[in-house]
C-alpha cells in the first residue's frame, strides 16, 4: 500500500535557521509528491508538488524540496526560517493511477524567536 | 479569483443526527475531492466526484454520501452521526486530470 512517513512529530528552529522536514514514501514506482501547510484553524495550503519534471521542486515562501529516488525521500527545506513559518506541515502522495492525496501525520514546526 | 469556499464554518450535532457539508470549488475546476481530519491526525480521503458521479470512494462507512451538482458544487451528507464523527471536513477541487488540489478552509463539525 502507498504511504507517507514523516519523521519527526515535531521540530523546533530558531528564527533564521536551516528548516528541514522530513518525508519518505513507499512505492516502487515514483508517484506524485506534494507538501502542503496547515495554519491553525485553517485549510491547507500547496506548498510545492513532484510531477516528474525536476527532482529539485521551489515552492512559494522560500521554500524546496529535493526528490530523491535512490532514498526514497522527498524532503522539505528552507535555508532561513522566519516566525511565520510556524505551522504543520503535511507531505503527501498520490499513487500512479489514483485520484486521491494520502497524507502523512504531520510535522508541527515550531520557530524561536 | 474565488478560491475554495466552504459552508458552514462550525457545526454542532447530537449523535444520530444528519449533517450536510457543503463546497464550492476553486473558479474553473471541475473536480472536487472530500477529506475528513481528525484532531491531531493527516486528512484521510472519503470520495471524489467528478461529472456528478462518485469517481473514487475511501475507506468510510455508507452512513457517509455525497453529491455533485451541475455547477461542480458539492454536498457531503453524513447520517446516523457517530462521536468520532467531530472532525475537521475539507473540501478540495482541481481539473479532471490534474493532481495537485486547492482546499477550502474546511468544516469543523463536533458531534455531542
Known amino acids: 500500500a502507498q504511504s507517507v512517513t514523516q519523521l519527526g512529530s515535531h521540530v523546533s528552529v530558531s528564527e533564521g535557521a536551516l528548516v528541514l522536514l522530513r518525508c519518505n514514501y513507499s512505492s516502487s514506482v515514483p508517484p506524485y509528491l506534494f507538501w502542503y501547510v496547515q495554519y491553525p484553524n485553517q485549510g491547507l495550503q500547496l506548498l510545492l508538488k513532484y510531477t516528474s519534471a525536476a527532482t529539485l521542486v521551489k515552492g512559494i515562501n522560500g521554500f524546496e524540496a529535493e526528490f530523491k529516488k535512490s532514498e526514497t525521500s522527498f524532503h522539505l527545506t528552507k535555508p532561513s526560517a522566519h516566525m511565520s513559518d510556524a505551522a504543520e506541515y503535511f507531505c503527501a502522495v498520490i499513487p500512479t493511477g489514483a485520484n486521491n492525496l494520502f497524507f502523512g501525520t504531520g510535522t508541527r514546526l515550531t520557530v524561536i524567536p | 479569483d474565488a478560491g475554495v469556499t466552504q459552508s458552514p464554518t462550525h457545526l454542532i450535532k447530537t449523535r444520530g443526527q444528519q449533517v450536510t457539508l457543503r463546497c464550492s470549488p476553486k473558479s474553473g475546476h471541475d473536480t472536487v475531492s472530500w477529506y475528513q481530519q481528525a484532531l491531531g491526525q493527516g486528512p484521510q480521503f472519503i470520495f471524489q466526484y467528478y461529472e456528478e458521479e462518485e469517481r473514487q470512494r475511501g475507506n468510510f462507512p455508507d452512513r457517509f454520501s455525497g453529491h455533485q451538482f451541475p455547477n461542480y458544487s458539492s454536498e457531503l451528507n453524513v447520517n446516523a452521526l457517530l462521536l468520532g464523527d467531530s472532525a475537521l471536513y475539507l473540501c478540495?477541487?482541481?481539473?479532471?486530470?490534474?493532481?495537485?488540489?486547492?482546499f477550502g478552509p474546511g468544516t469543523r463539525l463536533t458531534v455531542t
Open positions: 478540495a477541487s482541481t481539473w479532471v486530470g490534474r493532481h495537485e488540489q486547492y
